[in-house]
């Protein structure tokens, strides 16, 4: 099971970069590493998946080293609307089964005006 | 846009009633999902489908089961509600049993026991 870890909040203002990283030291050979966005009262929101190096979307980019030990979550220029909790999740739905599959306290980001 | 809807937003419930959140989704998918989400803990798996009348304990499922009769519409029963189920419930659908596979959430249905 892959534990994973990130830092418990964080705080920037607007325009800025926010990069969150995530450590998942024991992650395993068919692991992928999802993010996840949450804003107050709704559910969660799939932003970006990625398996190795960089994938980038029209929300983010997720930077992944050769090691796969950790994964960091860039979100550029960022407004009061990205305002949120981010989860770090890594798994093997497909032989570890959604109960391996953890959302963890996640990194509640707040930006200021 | 994959739209999962829950029946309720809020909802308080007496101690020992029998309590029944209602899940939807429009998009055919063939996972769903319960959640509840407390200050902390983060998200916490109760039960998912993986078809219809298909059914897997996730990691808390004590003191709840959940009906799938119908592909798009997923049932969580509370069978005796007590106030250590306060909580906000989340339900979620997903595409594929695939290791890349995302889920949807709805909006939550924040349940509270008195």
């Known amino acids: 099971l892959a534990k994973t870890t990130q830092p418990i909040s964080m705080d920037s203002y607007e325009g800025q970069e926010v990069n969150i990283t995530c450590s998942h030291n024991?992650?395993?050979?068919?692991?992928?590493i999802t993010w996840y966005q949450q804003f107050p009262s709704q559910g969660p929101r799939f932003i970006i998946q990625?398996?190795?190096t960089k994938v980038t979307n029209e929300v983010a980019s997720l930077f992944i080293p050769a090691d796969r030990k950790s994964s960091t979550l860039s979100l550029p220029r960022v407004s009061l609307s990205d305002t949120a909790v981010y989860y770090c999740?890594?798994?093997?739905?497909?032989?570890?089964?959604?109960?391996?599959?953890?959302f963890g306290a996640g990194t509640r980001l707040a930006v200021h005006p | 846009d994959v739209k999962v809807t829950q029946s309720s937003r809020y909802l308080v419930k007496r101690t020992g009633e029998k309590v029944f959140l209602e899940c939807v989704q429009d998009?055919?998918?063939?996972?769903m999902f319960w959640y509840r989400q407390d200050p902390g803990l983060g998200l916490r798996l109760i039960y998912f489908?993986?078809?219809?009348?298909?059914?897997e304990k996730g990691d808390i499922p004590e003191g709840y089961s959940v009906s799938r009769e119908k592909k798009e519409r997923f049932s969580l029963i509370l069978e005796s509600a007590s106030t250590n189920q306060t909580s906000m419930y989340l339900c979620?659908?997903?595409?594929?049993?695939?290791?890349?596979?995302?889920?949807?959430f709805g909006p939550g249905t924040r349940l509270t026991v008195l």
């Open positions: 979620a659908s997903s595409l594929r049993g695939d290791n890349t596979d995302t889920q949807y």
């Open positions: 024991n992650i395993a050979t068919n692991d992928y």
């Open positions: 990625g398996y190795k």
């Open positions: 999740l890594v798994g093997d739905l497909f032989s570890g089964g959604y109960n391996k599959l953890i």
């Open positions: 998009m055919d998918h063939e996972n």
């Open positions: 489908s993986y078809d219809v009348k298909m059914k």
